[in-house]
């Protein structure tokens, strides 16, 4: 048994990161246990809990099961979970509600709790107090490991806890199952250093450690040969990439390296303002298979806010990149990510985010109350706000954000466009996809379009998506 400890997770030391290339195996009498039985896996969180999701699937195919889309007819049932607001956290517990009351009368199914929460100690102790329902529960670092933890907790009959709170490695050659055949998650480092005064993940995702460029060019060259059309490079902070690796390579080569395999359309999440240089810049502005969307989070407009949230840039600097960004790549549609109500924030603070939010008008923005996650430094911060202020500045932040969102919608309206079609839409007999520009946009199409970039001319515009017709 290994259990997450808070203090050995906040370690950052000068030891090199080890690729290793040849730890996953499947034991040979876990090859065929899955036979006949069938797995349910719930997925909460960021791009990269989906693509870890990918990998979860496919070790468990590998071990015989088969995919159910309901955790009832399911013989393993494993949440994905993540950590980064409370609301995450009561999703996960209020979910393992329905699984306790599935096990008292199918007390053979074997539930697991993995992810980002599972790297939390206040978590992992609640779970192993107070839910005995859940039979494994194993972190960020060692999804690998999936068989081992599984065949122990068969053979034991007792709750597996296999958890590592260390800075971590790269390891390549885990089995993936991908969710679409039309476009791709690719990671290309893990982790995180920045240590954002409210954020956990640099405690439950280990520090920042990049992938080696040629392993990831690999990855994308395989997709394309495979008939995939678009590619998001992956991970916490992708403008650092290539920081750590020792070598003189940088976000900047790697964007262009992957342009180069001639990949339909390349996007990358998530960027910290302090890493976005001009290299990278000139290189998104530069292939016109590199999309031109840009997700840029802000946090808050106020400096005095963002010195406390320990962002590394002031308002100034952040809108010099912004305009930089705007006036270098044609086209170019921003995205960002704010929290109101960080511990010590005035109204004076809060009128100075709506300013920048009033400045750079952005496409939409994912908004968000201060959740304090255990462990990390904002937790300790005094917070003076009532919830009804929180709710009314979240109010008053989202109706300037959807004003805008929509205002850059009605632009596109009776334009012609080139998207992706990538699936079947809700609205039925319509298929869906993103434009270049990452539109959400419900197309009258044929199913022979089905992985093809069309030109769609738009018909109508709403808030978070349009609908358009092939031209």
Known sequence: MNLPN???????????????????????????????????????GCQMNVHDSENISAILEDMGFTKSD??????????????????????????????????????????????????????????????????????????????????????????????????????????????????????????????????????????????????????VKELVESGYKEVTLLGQNVNAYGKDLGIDYTMGDLLEDTAKTKIDRIRFV???????????????????????????????????????????????????????????IPNCAITTDII?????????????TLDVVNTCKYDSAFTFIYSPRIGTPGALMENKLSEKEKNERLYKLNEVVNKY????????????VPVLLEGESEKKGRLMGYTDTMKLVNVEADYKYLGKVVNVKITAVKTWSMDGKIV
């Not at 969102?405 to 012609?416: H, P, Q, S």
């Open 6 to 44: 808070l203090k050995d997770a906040k370690v950052r030391t000068k030891c090199k990161t080890r690729i290793i290339r040849d730890d996953y195996k499947v034991p040979d009498s876990m090859k065929n246990i899955g036979k006949g039985k069938k797995y349910y896996l719930k997925t909460y």
């Open 70 to 219: 309901t955790m009832e007819d399911a013989d393993i049932i494993l949440l994905n979970t993540c950590a980064i607001r409370e609301n995450a956290h009561n999703k996960m517990f209020g979910f393992l509600g329905r699984v306790k009351h599935l096990k008292e009368s199918r007390k053979d199914i074997i539930c697991g709790i993995c992810g980002c929460m599972a790297q939390e100690e206040s978590v992992v102790e609640e779970l192993r107090g107070k839910y005995k329902c859940v039979d494994i529960i194993f972190g960020t670092h060692n999804i690998h490991k999936l068989p081992n933890i599984l065949e122990e907790s068969l053979k034991n009959q007792k709750q597996e806890v296999e958890v590592y709170s260390i800075e971590g490695n790269v390891y390549e050659n885990i089995p993936v199952k991908r969710d679409s055949k039309v476009k791709a998650w690719v990671n290309i480092m893990y982790g995180c250093d920045k240590f954002c005064t409210y954020c956990i993940v640099p405690y439950t995702r280990g520090k920042q450690r990049s992938r080696m460029p040629e392993d990831i060019i690999n990855e």
């Open 270 to 328: 998530t960027s910290h303002p302090w890493d976005f240089d001009d290299k990278m810049i000139d290189v998104i502005a530069k292939y016109d298979n590199i999309m031109p969307y840009i997700h840029l989070p802000l946090q808050s407009g106020s400096d005095r806010i963002l010195k406390l949230m320990g962002r590394r840039y002031t308002k100034e600097k952040y809108l010099e990149l912004f305009n930089k960004l705007k006036k270098k």
């Open 340 to 352: 109101v109500a960080f511990p010590g924030e005035t109204e004076e603070d809060f009128q100075d």
């Open 405 to 416: 969102a929509n205002e850059a919608n009605r632009k596109y309206l009776g334009k012609v």
